[in-house]
């Protein structure tokens, strides 16, 4: 969606554009590593303080807290900067809440930590929103 977004603003202007493989490699990188990553590093958290979660429901859940930013990013086209700043500040809040209600419940029976684990899990996806502006929101004519 970045590349394709890239596209439509250089044609906008009239410019020619110029296919960027590296931010496509990069994105699917980041992307696929989170999603791994980071739901793996909670299942095993969450084992540890006995909370009953299964790993395929965490990469699912992960993975459906992504799709707030495919309409985000369509939106980045707008070349404001502060507006993409909102727009990925709401996307990464959206997302952010999706998981940390959906988890909350479930993490409660891991006693008294069960807070700053809901809290790690909502700033690690405002940080994840925060680099996907840095490096993909960025539509530059």
């Avoid at 540890?48 to 993975?63: D, K, M, N, R």
């Avoid at 799709?67 to 959206?94: E, H, K, Q, T, Y």
Wanted: glycine share 6%; proline share 3%.
């Amino acid at each position: 969606m970045g590349t394709f977004v890239t596209y439509i603003a250089h044609k906008l202007k009239d410019q020619e554009w110029n296919y960027d493989i590296n931010l496509v490699t990069w994105s699917a990188g980041l992307f696929y590593g989170y999603v791994t990553i980071v739901p793996l590093c909670l299942y095993v958290i969450l084992k540890y303080f006995s909370v009953p979660a299964g790993f395929v429901q965490l990469l699912c859940l992960y993975g459906y807290s992504l799709f707030v930013f495919i309409p985000a990013l369509c939106m980045s086209i707008v070349p404001l900067d502060i507006f993409r700043w909102v727009i990925a500040g709401v996307a990464g809040f959206m997302s952010a809440t999706f998981l940390a209600l959906n988890l909350r419940a479930h993490i409660k029976s891991a006693g008294e930590q069960w807070f700053f684990i809901v809290a790690g899990i909502f700033i690690l996806q405002l940080a994840l929103s925060v680099v996907l502006k840095m490096y993909l929101f960025t539509v530059s004519v």
